[in-house]
Structures are given as C-alpha cells and as structure tokens.
C-alpha cells in the first residue's frame, strides 16, 4: 500500500470520514467547543464550497480522509481558505500532507483566475501560523479583509496569499 496520501476533489462518500476528522481535531486535540450543528457546511460540501471559484479537498490514504481542504467562493475572484485539517498521524515531513493540500489548492486557484486567498484562524493554531507563513501567506489586519470575507467567531488572525 502506497503511504503518500494523494489530493482528490471532495466527493459525497468521503461526508463522515470529513466531519469526524475535522470534529476530532477541534473537539479532541484543541478544545475547541464547536459541535456538528455549529457547522451546518459540513453537511452539505458540495452546495457550500464547491459552487462559484469554490472546491474543497481530502486527502486520503488508501480510502482513509487524513486531511482537507476548501475554498470558499466571496467573489472579485477571491476565496476564502477553510477546513484545512490533516490527521495528527499524517502531519509533519514524513507525509507531507498539509503542503500536498495547500500546493493542490494553490495550483487549482491559479488555474481558476483567482487572485486572492485569505484566511482567519485561531490564536491557538501555532502551527499552522508558521505553516502559512512558510508557504507565503502574509498577516493581515481584519481591516484588510475584503468586506465579502466571512469572518468566524474563533477567527482573530489573518492571512492573505496573493495568486501569482
């Protein structure tokens, strides 16, 4: 069996790997009280995210989801980057994974005329701030946000990547 995880666009088979990776890690690994409820796009990928310049991700091993990844259309050729989730098992250089989503989301986006990906994300995330950063995401203020942007309530740092 192959060990590299490989990208495919989110398909409806993948719906509860999706949402029990990604209430894991919110709920189990960072504490976060975020319920099933609290995130009605989850149920509905297809209609959410990939509509408009939108699209979102897994990244599977074999048939297992290790992480995803979405772009959520705010029009002017702007998405926002959400759900970027990997396994802690997948994480880090042996896999690749994160860099595997963001570079296949990257790439799409530069093939779909986008010009702009932001981001929010929580103070806790420490290692995903070094993570954007490295990958050339740059901090922005709220203020910068486009006003289409969908600002969440755990959300209180911003990240802009400019598509070349």
């Known amino acids: ?11 409806s088979e993948y719906q509860d790997q999706v949402v029990d990776l990604i209430l894991n890690i919110q709920q189990k690994e960072y504490n976060i009280p975020i319920t099933k409820s609290d995130q009605p796009d989850l149920f509905s990928i297809g209609d959410f995210y990939q509509k408009g310049k939108g699209n979102f991700w897994v990244a599977l091993i074999g ?47 530069q093939d779909n005329e986008i010009k702009a990906i932001y981001l929010g994300t929580t103070p806790q995330f420490l290692a995903a701030h070094r993570f954007y950063e490295k990958n050339g995401f740059t901090k922005i203020e709220i203020t ?20 070349e």
Do not use: C, H
């Open 1 to 11: 069996m192959n060990n590299s995880p490989i990208v495919k666009e989110y398909a």
């Open 63 to 109: 048939d297992k989801v290790v992480g995803t990844i979405s772009f959520l259309d705010i029009g002017n050729q702007q998405v926002a980057l959400r759900k970027m989730f990997v396994d802690q098992d997948y994480r880090g250089a042996k896999y690749n994974t994160a860099s595997l989503l963001l570079n296949n989301a990257i790439k799409w986006a």
């Open 144 to 163: 910068e946000l486009p006003e289409n942007f969908p600002v969440l309530q755990v959300d209180k740092k911003f990240y802009q990547y400019l598509v």
